[in-house]
């Protein structure tokens, strides 16, 4: 399937076309139209014109160009005719499907896949020391293993050769060139090493931050989402804040914390955090981790779904399986459906239908339902008491005194090695117990204490 769009001739942007090559009978999350209407928002984020796309669908990827060989001659044709600057693949490519795919479509059209895009995203918004950190070393990962292409402009000095080194180097051009390869490959090899230092000093710095947030005893609740469901301009409405928030993906890269004062006068923290996006490339995730372990840390998450957009359910269900990858699904949370207010009368009564309990639909621009979001997390946090057995070892002396501190003991039992714990504790709570929910007794019981 193709198709080329009208050419905006009035604008100066670099033209782009789309590719989607997927395979038969593969168990996609989105349909091809809608994951090629991300990829193009994506590529509108970045700046670019989209004046064309192709799709596929292939049994298994061509070794050599990822697509068949017959879409190859006919995406050529047509980013020819559309005078495309950029290939854009919606999947990631291998180097060498990268390097064949350049060779075939000529030095003037460059062939970048989501993944590249996305990182090329997350450079441009990228504002803060620790933002650009990340991004950083999620480009020189992804870029190292694809070096090689950048040589080959070596084999077209040598002239054919002969012999039996054959034309691929050449006499006194094959050492060089792999000198120089070698030398990038440790160039950026030593300054991933670097990021990754400096990442880790963010790391500790934040762990401080949870540290003495917990000595605070205030439950952190963190935003998640897909990118652009609304996560900033929720924070704005909820905290009184003017954090930067748009209607573009991604907008929002770095981490926000603000104070949240609850009904009753109870005090929270509230962390907006990146976008969640379906393929999200796991150089980010790995760049990103220490970002992303604010979400383990959450006592509670708002799991924000734009309920105005039409792959909706598909976005929380995105949303869930990165939850799965960073061990945060068994966090307490709400399902919070943003922008109703875009919604007719007629489909706002059934809403929550298809989505995860508890789940409440509001609107951050005209604030109807914030008031009832306000008062769920409120119960949540501090009202609702759940019931849990916990068998923690004699060092998780900080556990054991916040389970005196701020839950209800009905039995300790005193073990060897662990100490039991039979109550019930605030809902906020929960995920820092979840390591030691349930396990077993080791040894004899000494004493129990009925409470």
């Given at each position: 399937?193709?198709?080329?769009?009208?050419e905006n001739t009035t604008g100066k942007k670099e033209k782009a076309f789309l590719v989607s090559v997927t395979l038969r009978n593969s168990d996609q999350l989105f349909s091809v139209e809608d994951s090629l209407l991300e990829l193009e928002r994506l590529a509108q984020t970045a700046g670019l014109e989209i004046v064309g796309q192709l799709s596929q669908q292939i049994n298994k990827p061509n070794p050599m160009t990822f697509m068949g060989s017959g879409k190859v001659d006919e995406l050529k044709a047509l980013v020819e005719e559309t005078m495309s600057d950029i290939i854009i693949f919606d999947d990631e490519l291998n180097p060498r499907h990268q390097r064949?795919?350049?060779?075939?479509?000529?030095?003037?059209v460059r062939i970048i896949d989501r993944t590249s895009l996305i990182l090329d995203i997350f450079a441009q918004h990228a504002?803060?020391?620790?933002?650009?950190?990340?991004?950083?070393?999620?480009?020189?990962?992804?870029?190292?293993?694809?070096?090689?292409?950048?040589?080959?402009?070596?084999?077209?000095?040598?002239?054919?050769?002969?012999?039996?080194?054959?034309?691929?180097?050449?006499?006194?051009?094959?050492?060089?060139?792999?000198?120089?390869?070698?030398?990038d490959r440790r160039s950026i090899g030593k300054k991933i090493r670097y990021l990754n230092f400096e990442i880790d000093k963010i790391k500790k710095h934040r762990n401080l931050h949870r540290i003495n947030r917990k000595k605070n005893n205030l439950p952190n609740i963190i935003?998640?989402?897909?990118?652009?469901?609304?996560?900033?301009?929720?924070?704005?409405?909820?905290?009184?804040?003017?954090v930067y928030a748009a209607d573009q993906l991604f907008a929002t890269l770095d981490p926000t914390t603000r104070k949240l004062e609850l009904p009753g006068g109870y005090i929270s923290l509230l962390t907006d955090t990146v976008g969640f996006i379906e393929q999200l490339p796991t150089s980010l995730v790995a760049a990103f981790r220490a970002t992303l372990e604010e979400i383990a840390d959450a006592d509670l998450?708002?799991?924000?779904?734009?309920?105005?957009?039409?792959?909706?359910?598909?976005?929380?269900?995105s949303v869930q399986k990165t939850l799965e990858k960073l061990d945060s699904s068994n966090i307490p949370s709400i399902t919070v459906l943003n922008k109703i207010d875009k919604l007719t009368d007629?489909?706002?009564?059934?809403?929550t239908d298809g989505f995860s309990e508890p789940c409440i639909g509001i609107s951050a621009v005209s604030g109807k339902g914030i008031p009832e979001l306000l008062s769920l997390i409120r119960n949540i946090l501090f009202e609702t008491m759940v019931p849990i057995k916990v068998?923690?070892?004699?060092?998780?002396?900080?556990?054991?005194?916040?389970?005196?501190e701020s839950g209800q003991i009905e039995q300790i039992l005193n073990e060897r090695k662990f100490t039991t714990i039979i109550g019930r504790i605030p809902g906020r709570l929960v995920a820092q117990f979840q390591k030691w929910n349930e396990n077993e007794v080791d040894g004899d019981s000494v004493d129990v204490i009925n409470y």
């Open positions: 399937m193709s198709k080329i769009m009208v064949e795919l350049n060779r075939i479509m000529g030095q003037n504002k803060t020391k620790e933002g650009m950190l990340q991004v950083e070393l999620a480009q020189y990962q992804y870029y190292l293993p694809r070096l090689t292409g950048a040589w080959t402009h070596l084999t077209r000095q040598s002239g054919g050769g002969g012999g039996r080194s054959g034309g691929v180097g050449g006499v006194g051009l094959r050492g060089p060139g792999e000198t120089q390869l070698e030398l935003l998640i989402g897909y990118t652009n469901s609304g996560k900033s301009t929720i924070l704005n409405k909820l905290t009184n804040s003017n998450l708002l799991n924000i779904v734009d309920i105005s957009h039409p792959n909706a359910h598909d976005h929380e269900r007629n489909s706002i009564m059934n809403i068998s923690l070892p004699y060092d998780q002396g900080y556990l054991i005194s916040l389970f005196h």
